[in-house]
């Protein structure tokens, strides 16, 4: 194979890709700027060189690479679109992400607020823990592969690579991230001194016990929250914050560092993680309008609705709390005025599973069953009945499931949709008529049975709609049977459906 052969080159069309500029050359790969024509979209081109290519073995492992990075899936890592192996070319196209690098801010003297470099910390440690769950390798990250949006948003290059995972490369990458954002944020602003203090932790080369990824989220998100949330806000206006008594003598009393180090570090995590926060219920977006025409349907086919208008987010806990609050004032004989008639006769309340525990958490912003929790989270353990009566309570009603699915179809495309976490409901993926969470956070009761086409030998069941932060898998086309109307699950919530306003 020569070297023509082989080659890409700006201008070149290749399959559905129209390659441009050379972006970067290295030992064994190119990097282009391309176009991808079917869609217009610009992506990224990462090529085998020609020594590569002709190398069978160098060429398996450039492909076994290919197919680590494919099996990603992960909204905050850059996603591969497709590659492309054969006798004349050996090539991926990848997502081009948005955003400026850490390394443009570097270079141009750009700082970073407190605020912002938690939150993009945050980002960081969601997406490494994601590969370190699952023993995935990786090369090391470099200020190159952090980009960050206009609002302080970021996601990562995908740096998988096949092979054993070496967890050296994670505590480097925990180092120098800690560094290069110590380098460049803004001192002297709100939430400072304990920003600092956290990448202070994550750089300290003299750690034997670094930091988790797990533990670098929780910080970064409790102080996010902290400086976000108005009600905390207010008392978080100097750059200084006082820090746990154990955890600044463990930093000051230089003689006993060797015997302290661990001391100190469980300080500063349970000064994050456990300090009260008395979590406020913000305003949220209240319902968005669907108009009526035909829509992709969840069987592949379009179907035609009337206008409706459903709910922009899940029922939080705080939603949830007002309704069973305007249960307890009924008298007993209108206890039941909301709930379906076909209800069992040993259901005898629409507390939530763990409801005082999960209603006490949420209220002062702990930890519930490990999770991170404030009123603004979507509400769960409740069952179809449970669903069904608050959205009678509200004067609505549970979506369908071609309702639920259309939420989504009439603006995007369900696979492009990427399922977010466990999160507040408003920090969820988002449609572009703005509905959060159809993909992501939790799975979702909807009104009637419905039959399973991949299954007609069964009769119609009761169905769930989209991924949870438990079953991430297959977003907004995820969908589950079930014949029982009082399942309870920790990932399963719902919306409602109104009228048109």
């Known amino acids: ?40 979209r610009e992506v990224i081109l990462s090529s085998a060189n020609v020594c590569l290519a002709n ?67 945050r980002n960081i440690a969601s997406a490494c823990k994601y590969l370190e769950d699952r023993d995935i390798r990786s090369r090391p990250i470099s200020q190159h592969d952090i980009f960050i949006d206009d609002l302080f948003h970021c996601r990562i290059a995908n740096m998988a690579v096949s092979g054993k995972i070496d967890h050296n490369v994670s505590t480097q990458d925990k180092q120098l991230i800690g560094q290069l954002f110590h380098d460049i944020i803004e001192h002297g602003k709100p939430g400072s001194t304990r920003t600092v203090s956290l990448l202070n932790y994550m750089r300290d080369l003299g750690r034997s016990l670094p930091l988790s990824w797990q533990k670098i989220h929780d910080l970064a998100d409790e102080v996010e929250r902290q400086l976000t949330q108005p009600s905390v806000s207010k008392s978080i206006q100097s750059p200084t914050m006082p820090m746990s008594r154990v955890a600044n003598r463990s930093l000051t009393n230089k003689t006993l560092i060797a015997t302290t180090v661990i001391t100190a570090i469980t300080g500063l995590v ?26 992709a349907g969840p069987n592949g086919f379009n179907i035609r609705l009337r206008p409706y208008s459903i709910d922009a987010h899940e029922v939080t806990i705080n939603q949830y709390a007002k309704f069973l609050d305007a249960l307890s004032l009924l008298n007993e004989e209108n206890k039941n005025v909301f709930q379906h008639e076909d209800q069992p006769a040993e259901k005898i309340s629409h507390e939530p599973d763990d409801w005082p525990a999960l209603h006490s958490a949420a209220k002062e912003g702990r930890l519930w069953k490990n999770l991170k929790i404030d009123l603004n989270y979507p509400i769960v353990g409740v069952d179809w009945w449970d669903a069904y009566a608050y959205a009678e309570w509200m004067g609505r009603r549970l979506p369908t499931r071609e309702e639920w699915y ?28 703005g509905i959060y969470g159809l993909a992501g956070n939790v799975s979702e009761w909807t009104r009637k049975r419905s039959l399973n086409s991949a299954d ?46």
Not at 275 to 294: D, H
Not at 411 to 432: F, H, I, Q, Y
């Open 406 to 433: 259309a939420a989504c179809t009439s603006s995007d495309d369900p696979e492009e949709l990427k399922p977010s976490g466990w999160l507040p409901v408003d920090r969820a993926e988002k449609t572009k008529k």
């Open 1 to 40: 194979m020569s070297e023509q052969e082989n080659s890409l080159n700006a201008g070149l069309q290749v399959g559905d890709y129209t390659v441009g500029e050379l972006l970067a050359r290295g030992t064994n790969t190119q990097l282009w700027q391309a176009t991808q024509q079917s869609v217009q």
């Open 55 to 121: 190398d069978k073995n160098l060429r398996a492992s450039f492909i076994n690479d290919v197919r680590t990075k494919a099996s990603l899936d992960h909204p905050l890592i850059g996603s591969v679109l497709e590659a492309v192996n054969d006798e004349k070319y050996c090539f991926f196209a990848m997502e081009k992400l948005n955003g400026l690098t850490l390394s443009n801010f570097c270079d141009e003297g750009k700082r970073i607020s407190p605020v912002h470099v938690v939150r993009v910390l």
């Open 456 to 501: 007609p030998s069964q009769p119609a069941r009761y169905v769930i709609c989209g991924a949870s932060y438990l079953k991430p898998h297959y977003g907004v086309r995820a969908i589950e049977w079930v014949d029982d109307r009082s399942l309870r699950r920790s990932d399963l919530g719902f919306r409602t459906l109104g009228s048109t306003p």
């Open 270 to 295: 349970y000064f994050f993680t456990n300090t009260k926060t008395n979590s406020t219920a913000r305003a949220l977006p209240n319902m968005v309008l669907i108009p009526a025409g035909k829509y």
